[in-house]
């Protein structure tokens, strides 16, 4: 499991359901997936791969 891909994840997840990331990964992150890396990691890998996005 790569970093890019649960940022791809929480990214569409977060379109689909008008919520923002944070509430995404709160709410709908597998414990697995959140043990193994931080929010603020995504986070950071998130403003990288879609600079031009909005939050909700």
Do not use: G
């Not at 499991?1 to 569409?12: L, P």
């Not at 929010?39 to 031009?52: A, K």
């Amino acid at each position: 499991m790569e970093i890019d891909n649960v940022a791809k994840v929480v990214h569409e997840m977060a379109q689909m359901f008008e919520k923002s990331y944070w509430m995404i990964w709160t709410e709908y992150t597998h414990p697995a997936i959140s043990e193994k890396f931080k929010f603020e990691e995504v986070s950071e890998c998130l403003d990288y791969m879609y600079p031009d996005r909005e939050d909700i």
